[in-house]
């Protein structure tokens, strides 16, 4: 089984270079690929099984051999030690909640060819869980993880300002961060920042049926209602929540990539845009 | 009014105000039992100290004999809700073992469908208010969901108010006839954060050493 590197990278911020584009220069920027007069459906993801794209999911854990979640190729746990210091781990203990392993079946149902790893931020000890959480997300970050799914999020407004430094840098390093929204009037983070793709539910059975939020901050709806998910024990449960729209909309990511690796995240957000159910999804 | 005169009338209004903030959550669960058609609901408080979850109001199954007790909060469904931040609909939840084994040990009532929500007040997370067992005939839609959130909001200020008064009463328990400034101080203190906290009780610990010092100005 491959393991992620073990040691995290720390993000130190972007080189600096001067940003400009000198007229000799502006032919050796051209995008690889033609995009078709109308983006559909079928062009974005038809026929694509996530094949070769790496999928983090920051969670709980995920148990390795749930029937419904298939091999993980890695799989860490942070945990802070007592003397606060944060460390990453084998995990051994795989999922103490049930909800990472959820995660993990909903995008391996969308995507079963794609690469999956576990980032366990939640666990024994919950206590200073944001910065635990913030860790998390750097060291994934650092991990060049195509996708990382977060169905979660912080209320701390102390950890907004580095989250959203977090989301900005993975959004420039080409890792797609979705992240679940809240559906309480309540300030969180980091599915507010809008260098992340945030998620919603709708109450539709489809898998596949996403639509776009004209009205954001959330920018898209996924289905989150009577989920049949994976659970610990080998165990399958029925489910509803905005956290499992999440991994829902990170398995259509995953599609994408799969047969566009050549897309930002931004360019991601576009096709997502343009093949959303309510958009031009349905043609 | 003397100093002991004052710390009375001020304990008394705390006293009761602790009863009339658990009347108002186990009214909270009552009304959330009612909607829903359920078996039962209950709120859990955060105790941070402890790192435990526990029972403040019940309503329905297990509701003489619960209050008081305590989880731990580091697993389980209420701890991943409490920490994530997010509700969290589960139905067959007799399919999870380890879920079932828990509870039934530490409750006597083992549910088959949960919906679990976090108690939010600005940054932090209180407690949970859970409501088992909501009638079959009610398929869950996103409306339940919403309506949930509703009653969490109002279970969040009770609990807070609860927190804020049980706070009041030990500050008033331990200080002498100036209780009301300290509990005011006291109150303020809650609100910070671990940053902002820091340097006030740096500043109040040092006001501590000035005040036993008796320096001669």
Redesign the interface.
């Known amino acids: 089984m491959a393991q992620p590197q073990q040691q995290p990278e720390r993000y130190t911020g972007e080189s600096l270079p001067a940003w400009s584009l000198p007229a000799a220069a502006s032919a050796e920027i051209g995008i690889g690929v033609e995009w078709p007069e109308r983006v559909t459906r079928d062009w974005a993801l038809g026929g694509s099984t996530g094949a070769g794209i790496r999928v983090c999911i920051l969670d709980?854990g995920v148990q390795p051999d749930h029937p419904l979640v298939g091999a993980l190729e890695g799989a860490v746990a942070l945990r802070k030690t007592e003397d606060g210091e944060i460390v990453v781990e084998d995990d051994t203990e795989g999922d103490?909640?049930?909800?990472g392993t959820a995660c993990a079946g909903i995008v391996r149902s969308l995507a079963p060819d794609c690469r999956l790893f576990s980032v366990r931020v939640?666990?024994?000890?919950?206590?200073g869980?944001g910065s635990v959480l913030l860790e998390g997300l750097r060291w994934a970050i650092g991990q060049g993880f195509d996708v990382i799914n977060m169905?979660?999020?912080?209320?701390?407004?102390?950890f907004s300002g580095l989250l959203h430094e977090l989301a900005d840098s993975a959004y420039f390093r080409r890792t797609v961060l979705v992240a679940?929204a809240?559906?309480?009037?309540?300030e969180?983070y980091p599915w507010r920042f809008s260098s992340v793709i945030s998620v919603g539910?709708?109450?539709e059975a489809d898998p596949l049926t996403f639509f776009y939020n004209p009205s954001p901050p959330v920018e898209f709806f996924a289905r989150g209602?009577?989920v049949e998910v994976a659970?610990?024990?080998s165990?399958?449960?029925?489910?509803?929540?905005?956290?499992f729209a999440t991994p829902h909309m990170s398995g259509i990511c995953t599609l994408i990539l799969a047969k566009h690796p050549e897309l930002t995240p931004f360019q991601l957000k576009s096709v997502l845009y343009l093949t959303a159910s309510n958009v031009g999804g349905a043609k | 009014m003397t100093d002991q005169n004052l710390q009375a009338a001020v304990s008394a209004g705390v006293m009761s105000a602790e009863s009339e903030h658990r009347a108002l959550l186990q009214s909270i669960v009552e009304v959330a039992r009612a909607i829903f058609s359920a078996k039962a609901a209950s709120i859990f408080l955060h105790d941070?100290e402890a790192?435990e979850l526990v029972f403040e109001a019940v309503a329905g199954e297990g509701s003489d004999s619960l209050i008081g007790t305590r989880f731990p909060?580091?697993?389980?469904?209420g701890?991943?809700v409490?920490?994530?931040?997010?509700?969290?609909?589960?139905?067959?939840?007799e399919?999870?073992?380890?879920?079932s084994r828990e509870t039934a040990e530490s409750t006597g009532y083992v549910p088959k469908a949960m919906m679990s929500?976090?108690l939010?007040h600005?940054?932090?997370?209180l407690g949970v208010l859970n409501v088992l067992d909501r009638s079959k005939e009610i398929?869950?839609?996103?409306g339940q969901?919403?309506l949930l959130?509703l009653f969490?909001?109002q279970a969040a200020i009770a609990l807070d108010l609860l927190q804020r008064a049980r706070h009041a009463r030990a500050v008033l328990n331990e200080s002498g006839g100036d209780a009301g400034v300290i509990a005011r101080i006291a109150s303020a203190l809650e609100d910070l954060?671990e940053?902002q906290r820091e340097p006030v009780l740096r500043l109040l610990a040092a006001l501590d050493d000035v005040l036993r010092a008796d320096v001669p100005f």
């Open positions: 709980s103490l909640c049930g909800h939640l666990g024994a000890g919950f206590k869980s169905s979660l999020s912080t209320t701390k407004k102390q679940s809240h559906n309480m009037p309540v969180s539910s709708h109450e209602v009577n659970w610990i024990g165990a399958r449960i029925r489910s509803s929540g905005n956290s | 941070e790192d909060s580091s697993t389980g469904v701890g991943w409490l920490v994530t931040r997010q509700p969290l609909i589960i139905d067959d939840l399919q999870d073992p380890r879920h929500v976090p939010l600005d940054e932090r997370a398929e869950f839609s996103l969901m919403d959130g969490a909001n954060d940053e």
